[in-house]
């Protein structure tokens, strides 16, 4: 293997080494049929043998995919000055090792090598080949510096930026000024610049450092207004009228489960309060304050939370419309009627002509014998009804509660768990249990006495249940002391005395526990219950002549 020393003969390079990609640069230009011109018609002929560069090796491919660049040649080698002898660049294809961006000056044993086409001899142009050459110019005086011990990196391209001394920092920061620009030219990059001790730069005028200044006092003044308006909002006063309000009076309407702060926006946009905080903080300081229910309130315009707080606890400017659990729907249409300021009967005849337009459930009303087809469907609870409203919005909101608490119920499933035909006898037994029990207990012993009763194989009653609040609901009364005359002698559907099995219809709204006992009766073979003070107190009996017995109790104490 031939080696390729300093100051050692060699044998010419071959045009298809692989270093040379397509034969070195006089291999390039003849292959594209051009000739470089340095300098006018000054050419570069190859060099046999002992042709120095400067100690660059043969040839060798610049480390930055610079082209190979032959310099141009005054008779023998062309020596450059002292400080390039010192460094020397050989080129070892084989073993070669790079430090940071720098060709290792270590001698190595040349490798042979294959012959084949460079596969980057096509990237000579690629790599800075299109870049001006300046040598054999008047432009190339002076020379441009030799590269340092550890060669440097190609100068990026100039920019108003300025990166820095961090590498990211701007020039502005930095107290440079715009002016550096102009050593741009000297042909060094700005890292060579700066290594070899350039011009101090100047510093940024006092016009900035004011602007930069106002800046900060600026920001300083908005956090300082933002923060005082933030402690206003949390804790200074709210907004409030004060007194208890003008003559002008308005209705506003609280819906089921609003707490506070709903209250206070209803409140503001009525004109009553001035504003919602002021509203939830006059209803924290009173000791009743969380007690407001759900209904529609007759309150003054203007007034402090304070006052308007007061005035909804008074049941006075309450307008709403209570309806009692067990209550008949013909006490529903006159105190609807009451509220309303509306002509007796009024929503009665709506409720019987118009009952379609409510949003009964589907199963509803599917008796022809039933009296009133909303019985049942008027929830009880606190309705909104003030002056001004219609009888249709008022029953409306009732019959959704009920249908809406009727389908969590899932009443179609527990029909059929009870033996029962439709979910509609669901209610008409809870409404029976709720005429006739007082306390929750009673609830489920009172429904099954009805199941057990509503077995026509039973051997107490054989199907009839005898319950004394069916006949008063055909009556329209509220009478215990019922002749057996009078009952017997009554065929009416709603008469359980004559007529098995449960009545066509509900006969009253049943409640929360009577829908819970309908739904979970005793299972003690109870068939007998009397209410033996007459008023609450109520005992059961499994047998004829233990309710006999009760009969007698009942008697005693009402003097008969």
Known sequence: ??????????????????????????????????????????????????????EW????????????????????????????????????????SYDNNSWATGTHQHAQY????????????????????????PD?????????RRQAEPEPPQTDWDPGPDQGEHAFFAGGDDDDDSDDDSGGGRGDRRSRGGKPKKRRSGCACLVVSLVFAGGVGGVGYFGYQFYQDRFGSAPDFAGDGTGETVTVEIP????????????????????????????SQNPDGKSIQAGAYLLHKEMSAESAVEMMLDPKSQNNVLVKPGERNVAVYKAIDEQLDLSAGTTKKFAEKDFKSLGLPSWANDNSEIKDPLEGFLYPGTYPAAKGMKPEAVLKEMVSRAASKYKSLDLEAKAKALKLDSPLQVITVASLVQAEGKTNDDYRKMAEVVYNRLNRSNPETYGLLQFDSTFNYLKGESNINISEDEINSNQDPYNTYTQKGLPP??????????????????????YYFVAVDGVSKTEFAKTHDDFQKLKDKFNESSGN
Do not use: C
């Not at 020393?5 to 060699?10: A, E, F, H, L, V």
């Not at 034969?23 to 002992?50: K, M, N, S």
């Not at 023998?76 to 660049?89: E, I, N, V």
């Open 1 to 54: 293997m031939t080696e390729y020393g300093r100051g050692q003969g060699s044998e010419p390079w071959h045009p298809e080494d692989p270093l040379y990609g397509d034969g070195g640069w006089e291999g390039q230009q003849a292959h594209t049929g051009q000739q470089a011109a340095y300098g006018g018609q000054q050419q570069y002929p190859q060099q046999p043998q002992q042709q120095h560069y400067g």
């Open 140 to 148: 190339a005086y002076p020379p441009p510096e030799p590269p340092s």
């Open 256 to 283: 089921k489960g609003a707490l506070g702060y709903e209250i206070g926006q209803r409140l503001k946009q009525a004109g009553v309060v001035k504003s919602v905080d002021a509203f939830v903080a006059a209803q």
């Open 57 to 96: 090796g043969h040839g060798q491919q610049d480390p930055y995919g610079q082209a190979q660049q032959q310099y141009p040649q005054q008779g023998q080698a062309q020596q450059y000055p002292q400080q390039y002898d010192q460094q020397q660049y050989q080129g070892h294809p084989q073993q070669q």
């Open 114 to 137: 294959p012959n084949h086409p460079d596969p980057y001899g096509q990237q000579a142009a690629a790599y800075g080949g299109e870049q001006a050459d300046y040598y054999g110019t």
């Open 505 to 526: 219809g509900p006969i009253g709204n049943p409640g929360d526990g009577a829908l819970a006992g309908t739904l979970n009766p005793t299972d003690q073979g109870w």
